[in-house]
């Protein structure tokens, strides 16, 4: 079964953000094969401290991904 991996990374080369900080998520799709490509960057402002609908509307933007891959999440976000 394909999916889809978002990655909080500032330098696209590390899982180096903290979710609610995180302005980029690198968006990659793995196939039935195990082999993944790079599909496409999505931006989003930080999240901290924000209003409930920003941080509602950053985790739809990553509803169709099965993975999302952070350095650290908070209360906040886990519990939507």
Known sequence: MAFKVAVASSDGKYV???FG???NFLISEF???GEYEFSELRETPPRCGGSDDLKK???DMLSDCKFLLV???GPGA???
Do not use: V
Request: hydrophobic share 15%.
């Open 31 to 33: 196939n039935e094969n």
């Open 71 to 73: 350095t650290q999440i």
């Open 78 to 80: 886990t519990k939507n």
């Open 21 to 23: 900080k995180a302005q």
């Open 57 to 59: 509307r950053s985790l």
């Open 16 to 18: 180096n953000q903290h």
